[in-house]
């Protein structure tokens, strides 16, 4: 392959950085793949840090020293924030989503890849900082996983999942019993036993927090391994009940329940959000 | 904002291209965002073309016409994919993983967000051609759903997940009996009634294939929602038993077994991979 120009190192820079948010690539691995010089990668990683700045497609962090190199966080504007979660209210709102027991189907919304990868990526740009230090990223089955999925892409750290079931094909597990919220009977969740290791940070995601039962049980399951609870995101809360079985959370949707004219109510969080 | 660059926008194509694959963006668009002409566009997108061809980072489509633009496609180079495919394989092999009962754990292999997203990204790449049209991508809980959603981000389709429980919380469903392959039981999967419009084209996604029972029955709800399967794809399969339930299907790691020395066995299937 002949050298490359400057446009198409920047290209190829953004596309390896984007495409693996959090991992640190070092200069060198750049001056490998474009048989370039250090000052040159160096000149090019200015150009896309500015460009992404000025178009809000993200963070490029660059570390100095001899481990140095160059990183991708991602990075919405207020205004991609909020229209990402005003398109989701918008979408909730839909009268169709009410069934049966006035519950809300939410699943299409849930498990939509885009909505997945916009709140994934506000969940890793509020967790991406140097004192929040993430090690997982750990959610209960089955609805918040795209979320979570996306949560530990952003942040480059493995996902763990609690089930519901003792599946015998994985091993050893840890269980806990708690109260779910939304049925208010006593569940089990389970997780293999060396899913995590001692002295871990683990983020907390999940799609909906009502009393915060689940939450509060994979915190418990967290904190039996000997590892630390880093934060507890959900993409929708409930105002009700208003006392929560934790004391913190992330929570970018509130949901205020369904008026007597069969409105739904729900509105973006705000102060969590911005 | 000043007037970008080449080399400036050249990036934030790049960005915005990639971070949406399978969709098209017009060339309205990105005259708009950076305020310059058709023809300047034009070129940047032969540039990013070329670049991202040259350096295996992935295929951008221009689609000519009025409702002409481009977007991005996922294409890894053989040895890119051989590369995750064996490092899979390499980590399968580990003798830990295999718990009392001759079972193997996988469980973190398969909620790998790194290995999700390659392995999305194969299957996006198989499946982005026009004849091949996936509408949705249909996995079963749970641990298929990771690499699901992958793969339904990188075709930009919704994803749909059946369950094993009736959930009340989610309105009408339609159900189907199986026989399950790693227990050998008959289980029921759940979808909602509306989760997937009639005469849609879907992609059944899923972890691994013993016998096939999962994907035939997978296969039976998209029948019975008058729509087509355009596919089954998963990650691993079983050469025992060598007659499965469905005929065809894509499987990039082959799994035999373990043997009497304890020994994991193991390896791609380039047939299919490459």
Known sequence: MSKLKRNER????????????????????????????KSTISEDLVIVKKLMEDLNLG??????????????????????????VERICQDVRNPDRIVPGNFLYMADILYNPVYAKGIGDIFTERYSSEESRVDYVLTVETKGIPIAVMTARGLNVPLVIARHENKVTEGPKLSINYVSGSSGTLRTMYIAKN??????????????????????????LVKELDCEVAGI???FDSVHPTQKLVSRYTSLIRYEGIDSNGTILVHPNYEDLL
Chains 1, 2 share one sequence.
């Open 195 to 220: 899913a995590i290791r001692k002295g871990s940070r683990v983020l907390i995601v999940d799609d909906f927090m009502r009393a915060g039962g689940s939450a509060k049980g994979m915190s418990a």
């Open 59 to 84: 963070r490029v962090m660059t570390i100095a020293g001899a481990a140095g190199g160059a990183k991708f966080v991602p990075a919405l504007s207020k205004i991609d924030k909020t229209q990402l």
């Open 233 to 235: 995101c959900v993409l």
């Open 10 to 37: 920047i290209g190829a820079i953004v596309k390896i950085l984007s495409d693996a948010p959090n991992k640190v690539f070092t200069l060198n691995y750049f001056t490998e793949i474009f048989d370039s010089a």
